[in-house]
T-cell receptor, first 112, second 110 residues
């Protein structure tokens, strides 16, 4: 069975500092990996996804994530955060044919 | 292009009242459909998913139910709401690696 672990429920970061949101997954088959963002009072929006190929995936709003198969991780990074990045971020895994499983989310707080 | 419609956007219901949230999809055939709930501080929880008409899998035992009367329609229901049913409900569809979410319904049970 697939599962997703987001190790940090909340991450405070100063504005313009770099950030890494951690995600680890477990799956017995090949996976698709996703990061979604939910801004306050809005639905989910896809940030980026890994399907195959290059392990470094670039997404919207300057975010990127790296797929590491040996460590079963898919951490999300941004070199310099902005106040508008305040949101909740969800990592998700899917095998493509079955259900999508989400992590519990990481709330990113940007400090002025 | 594919779109997903979810309504209503917000809903306030008294305890013990029934619930019906509807989600419809356009621009795709035979999608997997999902209902998720986001409760405060608990992240997203998969409630139901469906791989076809009339096929519903329940992930969490509760007083909610789901139905898929048509290929692109997914309904979340309850006969009697509980206070603990309050939360943000998201409908989603997926076809292979493509996924889209509705805008969600914020349900407050009073």
């Amino acid at each position: 069975a697939q599962s997703v672990t987001q190790l940090d429920s909340q991450v405070p970061v100063f504005e313009e500092a770099p950030v890494e949101l951690r995600c680890n997954y477990s799956s017995s088959v090949s996976v698709y990996l996703f990061w979604y963002v939910q801004y306050p009072n809005q639905g989910l929006q896809l940030l980026l996804k890994y399907l195959s190929g290059s392990t470094l995936v670039k997404g919207i709003n300057g975010f990127e994530a790296e797929f590491n198969k040996s460590q079963t991780s898919f951490h999300l990074r941004k070199p310099s955060v902005h106040i508008s990045d305040t949101a909740e971020y969800f990592c998700a895994v899917s095998d493509g044919d079955d259900k999508i499983i989400f992590g519990k989310g990481t709330r990113l707080h940007i400090l002025p | 292009s594919q779109t997903i419609h979810q309504w209503p956007a917000t809903l306030v219901q008294p305890v013990g009242s029934p619930l019906s949230l509807e989600c419809t999809v356009e621009g795709t055939s035979n999608p997997n459909l999902y209902w998720y709930r986001q409760a405060a501080g608990r992240g997203l929880q998969l409630l139901f998913y469906s791989v076809g008409i009339g096929q519903i899998s329940s992930e969490v035992p509760q007083n909610l139910s789901a139905s898929r009367p048509q290929d692109r329609q997914f309904i979340l229901s309850s006969k009697k709401l509980l206070l603990s049913d309050s939360g943000f409900y998201l409908c989603a569809w997926s076809v292979r690696d493509a996924t889209k979410f509705g805008n969600g319904t914020r349900l407050t049970v009073t």
